[in-house]
């Protein structure tokens, strides 16, 4: 049997995301923070032996790495590449269904904003992209001269972004709306500044994100999209 030329073996590392347990461990660290290995079993469901050997194999894998502090360990995805890999699997998967209000809150605030590993998703991060192109601040996965200049008053490192290894401005389909948000390195950068201004605070679903009364306020200063600006208030 002739065998086919492949530009990659894909194969090992399908493999290890295709297991129920280290999908739910990777899914958890979408949001990019580091979580140690106590938490991940929480939220996978199981023991901390069976998380414990599931996070060996991912770290073998090169899919997680692992941060010390002390004594403690923290896990978090290897970089923003197994977060695209990720969205792009939710994009093609089924959701799952429904069967508590519990469950029914959570979809909601994961759908009205959260982070994509290091960027803004759901209705908040696709108003945000359509606030940037239809302000004219954004075109052709570019910033336009008078973006370049907004943002940067905004805190946002543009010119750290630009210099990144990282793709700058890509559009990322957003798996719930369907329709893109701000990627790469910018959508990073803007993340980064939005919570360091305060306007958005982490909530306590896992990679859901709030917005608050101050991102309120600065965001229809900026924005005409309700998108960005009709999400749950902080309570």
Partial sequence: ???????????????????????????????????????????????AATASAHLARLLDGRLVDVVRQGRHRYYRLSGHEVAEVLEVLARISARPPVRSLRQSRQARLLEEARTCYDHLAGRAGVGLLDGLRTGGFYAGADLTGEGERLLTGLGVDVAGARGSRRRFAPECL???????????????????????????????????????????????????????????PVT
């Fill in 1 to 47: 049997m002739e065998h086919i030329a492949r530009d990659a073996d894909v194969a090992p590392v399908a493999a290890l995301i295709a297991d129920p347990t280290r999908a739910a461990i990777l899914t958890a660290l979408l949001d990019g923070r580091a979580l140690a290995a106590g938490e991940l079993a929480r939220v996978a469901g199981v023991s």
């Fill in 174 to 232: 957003d798996w719930t709306e369907r329709r893109a948000h701000l990627g790469g390195a910018l959508g990073a950068a803007v993340t980064y500044a939005l919570f360091e201004r305060g306007w958005y605070r982490r909530g306590t679903v896992p990679r859901a994100v709030i917005l608050t009364d101050e991102g309120r306020e600065g965001l229809s200063a900026l924005f005409p999209s309700k998108e960005l600006t009709s999400h749950t």
